[in-house]
């Protein structure tokens, strides 16, 4: 049975996929609006803020919605291989209005923007497969602190609210969401179709 990809991962518009093909491989750009933050979290000044492994810390997945001068892609990269496809890498950029990339502040993401998937199975029967199980995998993944360039930085852009019975997202705590982020460029950053 073949499910839409709207209802694997909370994506605006149409939930459509944009394919880049090269002689070895496609890329797959998906644009969401959100991100699934399964971590731990620490109250400061009545706020709620990442803290990814700390243990005296409350583990909580939130939901966080990106801003609308936020457009955030997510890259699944897939080879075929005998009798299968591959899955080769899926990375997670923001663009901002002008259309550079930047890498978000948070852990779980290599320089280039890469996502650490942890144990995750590479090969399926069609490139639908594994894409739909790269946004699986994406949206219930644990967010750590392997690669946590800058905490402060983290707390600043994921921010909510407890309320009576939600947690409302805030604001991000800068005027320029990209002070808070590394700009990047990358072979991959490239084939992204927006």
Not at 40 to 58: G, M
Not at 65 to 71: F, G, Q, S, T, V
Request: glycine content about 2%.
């Amino acid at each position: 049975m073949k499910r839409d990809i709207r209802n694997v991962i909370h994506l605006p518009q149409t939930g459509m996929a944009h394919a880049n093909v090269s002689t070895n491989d496609t890329l797959w750009s998906v644009a969401i609006d959100r991100i699934s933050l399964n971590t731990k979290f620490r109250l400061i000044d009545d706020v709620l803020v990442p803290a990814f492994t700390a243990e005296t810390d409350i583990a909580i997945p939130l939901l966080w919605h990106a801003p609308k001068e936020l457009r955030l892609v997510f890259a699944v990269q897939i080879a075929c291989c005998y009798l299968a496809v591959k899955v080769e890498g899926n990375w997670l950029f923001a663009f901002d209005k002008e259309k550079r990339g930047y890498r978000l502040p948070l852990s779980n993401l290599h320089d280039d923007c890469l996502i650490c998937t942890g144990n995750f199975e590479q090969h399926y029967s069609s490139c639908y497969e594994a894409l739909i199980a790269s946004l699986e995998q994406f949206r219930k993944s644990q967010w750590n602190s392997d690669l946590m360039q800058n905490l402060e930085q983290s707390q600043r852009f994921f921010r909510f609210r407890p309320t009576n019975e939600t947690f409302e997202v805030l604001p991000i705590d800068a005027e320029d969401w990209t002070t808070l982020c590394d700009k990047v460029s990358t072979s991959i950053l490239e084939r992204i179709i927006l």
